[in-house]
């Protein structure tokens, strides 16, 4: 059982350029997320999908854009990458508000 | 927003020792997880528990959602238990289904 699996593990961009992170789960899961941890803090949240050809914005969503047109994929892009944009990126996925979120095991991002 | 709180901010033990970390929270919540990040950075869950006490192995969990607080117990600590402790919560009132972070316990288990 593969759970959440993101791909690429790691990356490195020069300034301006895109680029797209894959998330696949295998669990049937209605809602996928895409988190971004910092240095030395916890994870927030970019954006968020609540099912099959949706989605919304949530904490930090600017520079960044997302595409949800399978289930059990949802994308990440970012059209012009910025330096301010380094980060490890996570995605998860639950069935219901109320479960467990389950995380992949991140892409380190790195922009120069 | 709601405010998650954890402490200690670091912590060192010796192997065997036990330990216990606490996650306040500022409000009701509809979603309470604890995560351990590995050195290699890995998000490993540990437990959903948004009210009550669960257990697996050495660690174990308390959730009293009415007094807005959850402890973690690790006992007869090893160096794999290394990593950084972090206590999430869902906003039971948000309007997004996001896992909110608190900053996290550092913990380094010396042999």
């Known amino acids: 059982n593969a759970g959440v699996t993101q791909t690429p593990k790691f990356r490195v961009l020069k300034t301006g350029q895109s680029m797209t992170l894959l998330c696949a789960q295998d669990m049937n899961h209605e809602y996928m997320y895409w988190y971004r941890q910092d240095p030395g803090m916890g994870l927030r949240l970019i954006h968020y999908?609540?099912?099959?050809?949706?989605?919304a914005k949530g904490e930090v969503p600017d520079g960044y854009n997302v595409s949800r047109l399978k289930k059990q994929n949802f994308l990440l892009g970012l059209e012009s990458a910025a330096p301010s944009q380094t980060s490890v990126y996570f995605c998860a996925s639950n069935s219901a508000i109320n479960q467990p979120q389950h995380f992949g095991d991140g892409t380190r991002l790195s922009i120069l | 927003g709601i405010q998650v709180e954890q402490s200690p901010p670091d912590l060192i033990l010796q192997e065997g020792a036990n330990s216990t970390l606490r996650c306040n929270f500022s409000d009701s919540v509809n979603n309470l997880q604890w995560f351990h990040q590995n050195p290699w950075g890995q998000l490993i869950n540990l437990f959903y528990?948004?009210?009550g006490t669960k257990q697996n192995g050495r660690l174990s969990a308390t959730t009293v959602a009415t007094e807005r607080y959850s402890l973690l117990y690790i006992s007869s600590s090893q160096t794999t238990d290394s990593g950084v402790y972090f206590c999430a919560v869902v906003d039971y009132g948000g309007a997004t289904n996001k896992l909110i972070f608190g900053t996290g316990t550092l913990l380094a288990v010396q042999p």
């Open positions: 528990i948004p009210s």
């Open positions: 999908s609540v099912g099959e050809g949706t989605t």
